[in-house]
């Protein structure tokens, strides 16, 4: 008797695929540096999603895969979080001094970003010094998934850089404790800007698909800890999103990671962390 051999997923997406999902990227970016611009004590995480979603519906965003969220103070650290309502933005008001966090994921033409934008209302020295050391995260990330070690392994060497550094890892808050997960162009035909517990309709039913499609394969789109992501990045688009805490106080940095069969690299490097990086070296 013969096993079937699996044989390995190839990349997904040609250059014109690739130009589309960095376009929206930047236009998501766009969108949530506008709002954290306008944002000024008093705004309450309501206000301050609402109008992000103005913001990318004035810009042509058709259909979200999530709905857009906003996070003020100890809640950029999910302090306290026990479920998954507590997500959404409440009526939390922005303070000086306060952090905040930006998170959309918006869709146009079935192109999908996913990014999150972390901030700062005055002055925040403890926000200050995470802000610096995501550096290092993203680095990380990248270098050991070019080295095409296990998703798991790639996010316990995520956590050893954040006991090292003596924060605490706020992703595993996330439903599922992921740190990412992948990107497709949404091709359903399920109705657009409908939303079922803060993810389009749309994002659903493709998420439905790809669970069932590389559960069968061995894999996960999903990038967790467990036994699921046990496995070689897949080929394809990642949002990856390390989202760690200090106190309370919680940054991350949301974007787009490519990973071809034997390659890997950032989608885009015109991002605003990395600019903050750059300016501060």
Not at 76 to 98: D, I, K, N, V, Y
Request: glycine share 8%.
């Amino acid at each position: 008797m013969t096993t079937a051999v699996k044989t390995p997923p190839r990349f997904p997406y040609d250059a014109h695929d690739l130009d589309r999902f960095r376009e929206l990227q930047q236009l998501a970016y766009g969108c949530a540096e506008s709002v954290a611009a306008w944002l000024a004590p008093g705004v309450t995480e309501r206000e301050a999603a609402q109008r992000l979603r103005r913001e990318l519906v004035a810009a042509g965003v058709q259909d979200f895969f999530h709905i857009p969220f906003a996070w003020f103070g100890d809640r950029t650290a999910f302090r306290h979080f026990r479920t998954p309502l507590q997500f959404f933005a409440s009526g939390r008001r922005l303070e000086e001094g306060m952090c905040f966090v930006l998170d959309c994921a918006p869709v146009v033409d079935g192109y999908t970003a996913d990014i999150g934008y972390a901030g700062k209302v005055g002055d925040n020295p403890i926000w200050d010094m995470i802000a610096q050391d995501l550096r290092q995260y993203r680095e990380l990330i990248l270098r050991e998934v070019k080295a095409r070690r296990p998703l798991n392994e790639v996010y316990a060497s995520v956590d050893a850089l954040i006991a090292e550094h003596g924060y605490d890892n706020r992703h595993r808050v996330y439903p599922g404790r992921v740190i990412g997960h992948q990107v497709t162009r949404t091709l359903q035909r399920g109705p657009a800007g409908v939303n079922l517990f803060g993810f389009g309709v749309r994002t659903l039913q493709t998420l439905g698909r790809e669970l069932v499609s590389e559960r069968l394969q061995g894999r996960s789109p999903l990038w967790a800890d467990g036994r699921s992501s046990q496995h070689p990045p897949t080929p394809g688009l990642w949002a990856v999103e390390p989202h760690i805490g200090f106190r309370d106080v919680g940054l991350k940095f949301e974007e787009l990671l490519v990973v071809t069969e034997d390659d890997a690299y950032w989608l885009d490097d015109d991002l605003p962390h990395v600019r903050r990086w750059e300016q501060n070296r």
